[in-house]
């Protein structure tokens, strides 16, 4: 069982930057896949980015590489994610998630973009 909390997110002018955190409890935290995924007003929940479990090999999605940078801290059991170069499309809900055999997900923190 692993159990995610996001924090982080707030209000930032379009251009700005804002780092997301997710502390996850559990022993078995550097087994997991770390990822974040986003959901905006009416529309669905997207991947954002993904990590494996040593660090090495990332993933991101296409309308946020360059700009996010996701890392993992295994000692610590966090991961983060740090958004530059924000816009407003960048405006949601972002979820932490863990995946093994089973997907876990945090409640969420809001990320508001203003133009």
């Known amino acids: 069982q692993v159990q995610l909390v996001e924090s982080g997110g707030g209000l930032v002018q379009a251009g700005g930057s804002l780092r997301l955190s997710c502390a996850a409890s559990?022993?078995?935290?550097?087994?997991?896949?770390m990822g974040w995924f986003r959901q905006a007003p009416g529309k669905e929940r997207e991947f954002v980015a993904a990590?494996?479990?040593?660090?090495?090999?990332?993933y991101y999605a296409d309308s946020v590489k360059g700009r996010f940078t996701i890392s993992r801290n295994n000692a610590k059991n966090t991961v983060s994610l740090q958004m530059n170069s924000l816009k407003s499309e960048d405006t949601a809900v972002y979820y932490c998630?863990?995946?093994?055999?089973?997907?876990?997900w945090g409640k969420g923190t809001l990320v508001t973009v203003s133009s």
């Open positions: 998630n863990a995946a093994r055999t089973t997907h876990y």
């Open positions: 559990g022993r078995t935290f550097s087994r997991y896949v």
């Open positions: 990590l494996s479990w040593s660090g090495d090999v990332t």
